[in-house]
């Protein structure tokens, strides 16, 4: 179940992202901005239970959100990725997937897994700017999954068609959402156009 968050903002963003000339403060700076703007899609379909509120004047109805916020950045580039959402989601609590892209097979090599104890309660939204192979984002929602996680979605800024394929055949059901949809993966497993190494333009490690 493939959403594509279509704004005109947010298509003014990622054709900055994708110019190489974009410094790493300029990257971070960008990439916090579309993940706030791709917050409202993302979280649109979120559960809600009534409440009642005492304004000064009367009582009226009120809503909250039904299930506590976990947001799951799976490392380096998730984290890039976080902020945007948690300024958002300040309650929201973060859990930590270390999972690093062997770049000879291009399988996930997990190295990390720290994750709140409400997992299984929470409303899991797993963040990775980049779904290439959709291996990574395969083996997080996984991992999740095995530590108890039942309402997850997940979302990037840029996916590639394989990857897409790769995570609705491996969970039909999960929702993802991505800022772009782009054309096709090179030999080396990177995304056409894309934007090259998300974790080495975020941290300055290029
Ligand atoms: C990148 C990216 C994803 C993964 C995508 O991370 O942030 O996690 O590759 O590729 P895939 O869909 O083919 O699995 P990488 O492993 O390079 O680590 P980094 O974030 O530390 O740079
Ligand atoms: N990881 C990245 O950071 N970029 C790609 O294009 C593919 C995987």
């Given at each position: 179940m493939l959403q594509v968050c279509d704004h005109?903002?947010?298509?003014?963003?990622i054709g900055r992202l994708r110019d190489r000339a974009c410094p790493s403060a300029?990257?971070?700076?960008?990439?916090?901005?579309?993940?706030?703007?791709?917050?409202p899609q993302v979280t649109a379909n979120l559960p809600t239970r009534p409440t009642s509120v005492e304004t000064p004047l009367e009582v009226t109805a009120g809503a909250r959100l039904q299930?506590?916020?976990v947001l799951a950045p799976i490392?380096?580039?998730?984290?890039?990725?976080?902020?945007?959402?948690?300024?958002?989601?300040?309650?929201?609590?973060?859990?930590?997937?270390?999972?690093?892209?062997?770049?000879?097979?291009?399988?996930?090599?997990p190295y990390y897994f720290k994750v709140p104890p409400n997992l299984a309660e929470a409303e899991v939204i797993?963040?990775?700017?980049?779904?290439?192979t959709?291996?990574?984002?395969?083996?997080?929602?996984?991992?999740?999954?095995?530590?108890?996680?039942?309402h997850l979605r997940f979302a990037c800024l840029v996916a590639a068609p394989e990857g897409v394929e790769h995570l609705e055949s491996a969970f039909p059901e999960l929702p993802i959402f991505t800022a772009a949809l782009d054309r096709c993966l090179n030999e080396k497993g990177y995304?056409?156009?894309?934007?090259?190494?998300?974790?080495?333009?975020?941290?300055?490690?290029v």
């Open positions: 005109p903002l947010i298509h003014e963003e300029e990257f971070r700076q960008r990439i916090r901005r579309v993940a706030s703007l791709m917050l299930r506590p916020i490392l380096r580039a998730g984290i890039g990725f976080l902020d945007g959402f948690a300024d958002l989601l300040p309650e929201a609590s973060v859990g930590h997937i270390g999972l690093a892209r062997n770049e000879e097979t291009l399988q996930p090599e797993v963040l990775d700017p980049m779904l290439a959709g291996g990574s984002a395969a083996e997080a929602i996984s991992a999740l999954k095995k530590a108890g996680a039942v995304i056409l156009p894309g934007l090259g190494d998300a974790g080495d333009r975020i941290f300055g490690t």
